[in-house]
């Protein structure tokens, strides 16, 4: 009898167990479907306008396909032997990096003066942070088309300016030797007011406590406090400015089709102008395609540097 | 070597002031506490030392020297945050070696790359090591000085804190603090090893806490501030036992001490919440007065009488060898906290009626405006038929 019961109870218990576990395998069947359901319509898009088309890029980089033709054939890595042999391009990559060498340290220093300057400031703060922010918020295409007035090499302010004032003067957007400074120069004026906004968060998060320790420890002239407390502080945010503005200058394009559409010559052409031009000026997509390659690994060769290498070096854990 | 003097220290932001013309001597060699609770001017008046604050007036010495005006750096003192104020990108070693860098080389000599082939830098670069790693030696950090602040755990970065304060020999160490972000255990353990570092240095220390644990067991004197005034400044028995103001006592001691609101009937004779207690004689008649008793004074009664108050017991608290009992008095306001050994209460419930006796000698009085009531003469007792407890049966 006792037997029989024991037998029954567990039997019962089973059962349960068997309830249980089947209550817990729809609970997951459902939880899984809510997690498609949720991610799906970002996956769709994602797929759609994302890795589609930079798979699609790869493809059309490896044919000699012109932009509308109804034909295309398979022409192997011979676009990509076109373009680095092409001398228009090499001048237009060894621009983009000359570019990207002055105005990304031009951004960082300049920025970062003027944050301090702001910071240490009392009165007109907010004023002073909104006119440094302003050029990056502004539409380039038009700021450009303003630069590009005041740059005049007749009537522009800047060349008037200096001719006032006895300063040889330059037509600056026409001058080989000037023109990619002066995109550089534009390029600082319109990231600053960005990296400057960061500098200022990052520098408000520096705790009190570690400048008052610098005073006690000796560390109190100005030098000493921004070797000591200020940039080291500042390590991540100035990583975080220097991938984005990096990237940033890497896809001007805006200064180059507005001002100089790359000349004189090929004196400021650079990647994204150069690729804009091969594609849709010119309708040599594949070769276009694979310019696109060339500046995505630089992209992503860039942004695994931030994640990889920096990011030990400025969070000192 | 120094001892400091405080003269009239006064500072305020704007219309709000956070020090009242504050005046102490601190004599060389001494482990001064400022203790108060947050908000009362004691890290305001610490950060004045240091000279990262400036004071709106009065005057600072520290040895023979007035020290007003003069940078932080030059003041001889080093300091010890709250939040130790480690820099996070440098090593233990290097952390701890800043203070003698900074003051050993010349700006060239510590420039990042070309500072180490100019003469000399080699040879004071090898004894600030040596210094640095002497210091992490005593503290028991010596292993620790290729790590970076963010790999120790609490206890270490204080260790790292204090050996980058002491490293330099100051004169004058300044602690904001330094336990608050510790956990219990290690607090108590750290407040030994700094009592100790105080013996083994010899210098002066100014330590900022609002803890009064910590302040009782580290000090020689104990200063305790409220709303920027300097209440008392005392060893710490003595701000104990003989509090000069009616919030130092109540600022001091846990559980707090128990103040009753009486009125002086007749001379001699103090009216409150349903008893009368014996007082001093001297005080006017009809003035209010405060009637401060510890909860150690407080002994077991055998009932209600002169010198005893009598209530419910609304919670018993049990702390091993003692509890504490907390009793509704009417007319007391809050409960009374008294503090009775444990084995002499162990009929003591919930809900009860107790009758907790006092001996005049050891009631604590304050005038209205918080001032301490000392006795002028002995304060004859009213209980005359001692209903309290023998002497040998008290409760301490």
């Known amino acids: ?317 | 070597m120094a001892g400091i003097l405080i003269d009239k220290v006064a500072k305020s932001f704007g219309a709000t002031s956070v020090l009242r013309e504050v005046s102490l001597a601190i004599a060389d060699g001494e482990f001064l506490t400022l203790l108060g609770p947050s908000g009362c001017g004691k890290s305001t008046l610490l950060r004045i030392l240091a000279g990262l604050d400036v004071q709106t007036s009065g005057s600072l010495s520290i040895g023979d020297r007035v020290v007003d005006g003069v940078r932080p750096k030059s003041r001889d003192v080093a300091m010890v945050f709250q939040s130790y104020a480690l820099y996070p990108h440098m090593t233990v070693a290097a952390n701890m070696a800043l203070p003698l860098r900074m003051r050993r080389l010349s700006s060239l000599q510590r420039l990042p790359m070309a500072g180490k082939f100019l003469p000399g830098t080699k040879a004071v670069t090898e004894r600030i090591d040596e210094d640095v790693r002497r210091t992490a030696e005593a503290l028991g950090i010596g292993h620790l000085l290729d790590r970076k602040p963010g790999q120790l755990s609490g206890g270490q970065r204080q260790r790292v804190a204090v050996g980058r304060a002491m490293v330099r020999q100051p004169a004058v160490f300044l602690m904001d603090e330094p336990l608050s972000n510790l956990d219990a255990k290690l607090r108590v353990q750290m407040r030994a090893e700094i009592k100790e570092l105080h013996k083994r240095l010899g210098v002066t220390f100014v330590y900022v806490t609002h803890d009064q644990s910590e302040a009782m067991t580290m000090s020689d004197r104990v200063a305790v501030m409220l709303d920027g005034e300097l209440l008392q400044v005392a060893p710490p028995q003595e701000i104990y036992a003989d509090p000069t103001d009616r919030r130092v006592a109540e600022f001091i001691g846990s559980p707090k001490i128990s103040i009753l609101d009486g009125i002086v009937e007749e001379t001699g004779i103090a009216m409150t919440a349903g008893t009368v207690f014996s007082i001093p004689k001297g005080i006017e008649l009809g003035s209010q007065i405060g009637i401060g008793i510890r909860p150690e004074a407080f002994v077991l009664a055998e009932k209600h009488g002169p010198n005893t108050l009598t209530g419910s017991i609304k919670l018993v608290e049990h702390m091993g060898s003692d509890l504490f009992v907390h009793l509704d008095v009417l007319g007391s306001g809050a409960p009374i906290i008294a503090r009775l050994l444990a084995e002499r209460a162990q009929h003591i419930g919930e809900g009860q009626t107790l009758h907790l006796g006092v001996r005049p000698d050891r009631l604590l009085l304050f005038a209205a405006d918080g001032m301490r009531i000392r006795p002028s003469s002995p304060t004859p007792d009213i209980t005359a038929n001692a209903n309290v407890l023998p002497l040998k049966e008290r409760v301490l």
């Open chain 1, 1 to 317: 009898m006792s037997l029989a019961a024991s037998t029954t109870a567990a039997e019962t218990g089973a059962i349960a167990s068997n309830g249980a576990r089947k209550a817990l395998q729809r609970h997951r069947i459902a939880e899984t479907f809510t997690a498609w359901s949720l991610a799906g319509p970002a996956l769709v898009f994602l797929v759609t306008l994302f890795f589609l088309p930079v798979f699609a890029v790869f493809a059309i980089a490896l044919t000699d396909w012109q932009f509308g033709a109804s034909t295309l054939s398979f022409v192997g890595f011979s676009n990509f032997k076109e373009v680095f042999a092409d001398e228009g391009f090499r001048a237009s990559f060894v621009n983009t990096i000359l570019y990207v060498v002055i105005v990304v340290p031009g951004t960082i220093i300049l920025g970062l003066a003027i944050a301090l300057l702001i910071e240490s400031g009392k009165s007109m703060r907010t004023f002073y942070r909104a006119i440094h922010f302003l050029p990056f918020m502004a539409t380039l295409t038009a700021m450009a088309i303003a630069w590009e007035a005041l740059l005049h090499p007749t009537i522009g302010l800047i060349n008037q300016t200096l001719v006032t004032l006895g300063i040889p003067t330059a037509n600056w957007l026409r001058d080989e030797d000037t023109v990619l400074s002066v995109l550089a120069a534009i390029g600082i004026w319109q990231n600053l007011g960005y990296a400057m906004v960061l500098f200022l968060a990052g520098l408000k998060s520096i705790p009190q406590d570690l400048y008052d320790a610098a005073d006690i420890d000796g560390a109190d002239m100005w030098l000493d406090r921004l070797r000591t407390v200020t940039l080291p502080m500042l390590g991540p945010v100035t990583m975080f400015v220097f991938i984005v503005v990096a990237l940033r200058a890497f896809e001007t394009f805006d200064t180059v089709q507005v001002l100089t559409q790359g000349g004189p010559g090929h004196s400021s052409e650079m990647l994204l102008y150069t690729l804009y031009r091969e594609s849709f000026q010119y309708l040599r997509t594949g070769y276009g395609s694979s310019v696109a390659v060339v500046f995505l690994i630089i992209v992503v060769a860039l942004t695994l540097i931030q994640a990889r290498v920096m990011d030990k070096k400025v969070h000192y854990q």
